[in-house]
């Protein structure tokens, strides 16, 4: 399915981008590995089956060296996938001043990276006429979450702009895929102070998402039971959720890099 792939992949160091480079990596897939932190993608990388393997230590927030790194893995051929895992998770309140900082953080990292990791790709798979461009959302961009604004907004946010990049692409060959993961056992909900219902192994959780990318889902929830949560959510009155959400325990407030 993946054999002679070759698949760019943002988030690499660790948690679902890192699960997500396994797993393609094991399928014959040759991957451009996109992280922060060079010594956990040399991990990442001396744990990969095949050869070819290329890595780039960057930020996502800067869109350039992002540019250079596509560019160069491009340079040595077509390439079929773009996963952008680039994300991060942290407590926010409006009411603390030092936290308009962070919200801008989350919304770069979440969501502008996204779109910097599809540009430079666009061209040559339109001119292909193929290829497949896959953003991680989350299930808590379908209602908000207190204490948690910036990351429900940059995954709310994240939905609709596959969804409008999705659209402008129909009929051009290119595919866009949006998976939105409930509670997955990474570093990053690690933190959480909170109960996670349906909590779902990040390597159960890769094998799911690439048999839903390869299947060129649109939207895709995992795992099975956080869909039907998401389904229900909006149905939900107003005055119902917000009196059982307010009661909810909170992700704490707390520095944050991308993964």
Request: glycine residues 10%; proline residues 6%; charged residues 20%.
């Amino acid at each position: 399915m993946a054999t002679g792939q070759r698949v760019f992949i943002t988030g690499a160091s660790s948690g679902i981008g890192a699960a997500l480079a396994r797993q393609y990596a094991s399928h014959g897939a040759v991957l451009g590995l996109v992280g922060r932190r060079q010594d956990a993608l040399q991990q990442v990388l001396a744990g990969l089956p095949g050869q070819g393997h290329q890595l780039y230590v960057l930020d996502v927030r800067d869109r350039d060296a992002l540019h250079s790194a596509a560019l160069d893995f491009l340079q040595a051929g077509p390439v079929d996938r773009v996963l952008a895992c680039a994300g991060i998770s942290v407590g926010t309140l409006t009411d603390e001043s030092e936290d308009f900082a962070v919200f801008q953080n989350v919304i770069d990292i979440n969501l502008l990276a996204m779109v910097a990791t599809f540009e430079p790709f666009l061209a040559s798979m339109r001119a292909r006429r193929q290829g497949v461009l896959v953003g991680i959302g989350s299930v808590s961009g379908v209602r908000g979450l207190p204490g948690a604004g910036a990351y429900s907004a940059s995954k709310a946010a994240v939905r609709a702009y596959c969804e409008s990049l999705r659209i402008e692409l129909h009929g051009s060959g290119v595919q866009v895929v949006t998976i939105a993961p409930g509670f997955i056992a990474t570093p990053m909900t690690a933190q959480n102070p909170y109960r996670m219902p349906f909590l779902m192994p990040v390597d159960r959780f890769a094998q799911q998402a690439m048999r839903a990318i390869e299947a060129r889902d649109r939207y895709r929830v995992l795992p099975w039971q956080m869909a039907w949560v998401s389904r229900l959510l909006p149905l939900v009155p107003d005055a119902v959720y917000d009196a059982v959400a307010a009661r909810r325990k909170r992700k704490p407030r707390m520095p944050s890099g991308p993964r």
